[in-house]
Nanobody, 126 residues
Framework: QVQLVESGGGLVQAGGSLRLSCAAS????????MAWFRQAPGKEREIVAS????????YYADFVKGRFTISRDDAKNTLYLQMNSLKPDDTGVYYC???????????????????WGQGTRVTVSS
């Protein structure tokens, strides 16, 4: 059974940084794309960034380009999201997801049918 557990959220002032982690278990994830999503209060869930099984490339939503960095450590089965220059608009619950199918990824890849974590809350104060 796949389990994803996010951590690293919290309260930070605008301009600050946080590093989110997603610990994965239940299988080997090195052949699966992974992603970070977020859901702000009263808004739809949206993708923040995704990374293919091979690393090296990544997709970023326009609103985080240049500020956030997604990375993975397959030896530790862990996905990361380094968030810098945080803004109040970055407030929300952040979720990690893993693709349902191995060796599949694109900028528009959908993670809906994959596995999801419970989320970690990020609050950015102005």
């Amino acid at each position: 059974q796949v389990q994803l557990v996010e951590s690293g959220g919290g309260l930070v002032q605008a301009g600050g940084s946080l590093r989110l982690s997603c610990a994965a278990s239940g299988r080997t994830f090195s052949n699966y794309a992974m992603a970070w999503f977020r859901q702000a209060p009263g808004k739809e869930r949206e993708i923040v960034a995704s990374i293919p099984w091979s690393g090296g490339y990544a997709y970023y939503a326009d609103f985080v380009k240049g500020r956030f960095t997604i990375s993975r450590d397959d030896a530790k089965n862990t996905l990361y999201l380094q968030m810098n220059s945080l803004k109040p608009d970055d407030t929300g619950v952040y979720y990690c997801a893993v693709a349902a199918t191995p060796l599949r990824w694109s900028n528009s890849y959908r993670f809906d049918s994959g596995s999801w974590g419970q989320g970690t809350r990020v609050t950015v104060s102005s």
